[in-house]
């Protein structure tokens, strides 16, 4: 099939795009039609008040998963357990005077971390009075840098203060995996996962978010609606976003999207597939004689199929390879 240059490079170039595309374009509707599900945020700065509150809310029926996040911030020696990374990009601003330097410390709420710890293969009873280190960072300067943020390893003690008092916190594990709610958070310094029995050790700190996973939305929101009826102290302070109400209003210029990519996917496909056909189809004409000379030496049948399943498995591995060192030639461009 080789024995036309050209026609050889057109079929590689067609099941080069065809790839492509369509990774390229499912990754795209994958990737940008995501949305949350549900959050709920109380402006009072009672604490412990407001985790009552979203306690009270877990119970609903209409809930299936929930992360209530609760937040201290514990002041270190940065020159102690900065790597030389973090030394190098000076996270968080010019450090104080005495060398102190914040790390949030935060708790989801005891189902979601028990859901944690089972998701990056730890087990609870290790981890429930110790904090799970959230150590990588990417930075964007002058170039892409990436690395991690602490010189810390898993079994180590970081000391800390909270409003002058000692916590020593133990290094159960450190992971890039984060929690619900934080997924898409890229705070400068990291962060330390802990239980909540741990956090009523350290202090109850801040109540900021509850984030939820509904099976039903449209009916937590009217039962957060009677909620703050019955409870007419919080109406004011208590409120909510629904994301599939939001994404329910995009349906319709989402589907139109979706179907116009993947109508371009099909007819590339549709045409990469015909280009092949044809180009493999005369090129196999082309060489009927070669094929009769062959056939004339002595080559079975067989030994003519096998030849023909390799020059296949030749073209589609080629086409892999030509995909993927562009894909890490655009990639290395981008860094």
Do not use: W
């Not at 280190?133 to 970081?158: C, H, P, R, S, V």
């Amino acid at each position: 099939m080789k024995r036309s240059k050209k026609k050889y490079r057109a079929t590689i170039v067609s099941l080069v795009i065809s790839i492509v595309t369509f990774i390229a374009i499912s990754a795209f509707i994958d990737y940008g039609f995501n949305l949350y599900n549900f959050n709920i945020y109380s402006s009072d700065e009672n604490a412990e008040q407001n985790f009552k509150i979203y306690k009270d809310i877990s119970n609903f029926e209409t809930i299936d998963e929930y992360s209530i996040h609760r937040i201290v911030n514990l002041s270190f020696d940065y020159n102690k357990y900065l790597s030389e990374f973090g030394k190098k990009i000076n996270l968080g601003g010019e450090p104080s005077l005495d060398d102190k330097m914040y790390i949030p410390v935060v708790s989801v709420g005891e189902d979601e971390y028990k859901r944690y710890i089972s998701d990056i293969g730890e087990n609870y009873d290790k981890c429930k009075d110790a904090g799970i280190l959230i150590n990588k960072y990417i930075y964007y300067g002058e170039k892409k840098e990436e690395g991690y943020i602490y010189n810390l390893n898993k079994g180590d003690i970081l000391e800390t203060e909270l409003k002058e008092n000692k916590q020593n916190i133990k290094i159960a594990s450190i992971t890039d995996k984060k929690p619900m709610g934080l997924e898409e958070d890229n705070c400068s310094l990291g962060y330390l996962i802990v239980s909540d029995s741990l956090m009523d050790k350290l202090g109850l700190g801040e109540t900021t978010l509850m984030y939820i996973q509904s099976n039903n939305s449209d009916k937590l929101a009217e039962e957060l609606e009677e909620y703050m009826k019955q409870n007419p102290e919080f109406s004011n302070t208590l409120s909510f976003s629904n994301y599939d109400e939001y994404a329910r209003s995009n349906n319709a210029l989402v589907l139109v999207i979706s179907i116009f990519l993947y109508g371009f996917i099909a007819v590339i496909t549709a045409i990469g597939v015909t280009n092949i056909f044809n180009t493999i189809t005369t090129n196999m004409n082309l060489r009927s004689k070669e094929f009769a000379n062959l056939k004339s030496i002595g080559m079975t049948k067989k030994e003519f199929n096998r030849m023909i399943r390799l020059e296949s498995i030749f073209y589609g591995t080629k086409s892999l390879i030509i995909r993927n060192t562009n894909r890490y030639i655009t990639v290395i461009f981008y860094i």
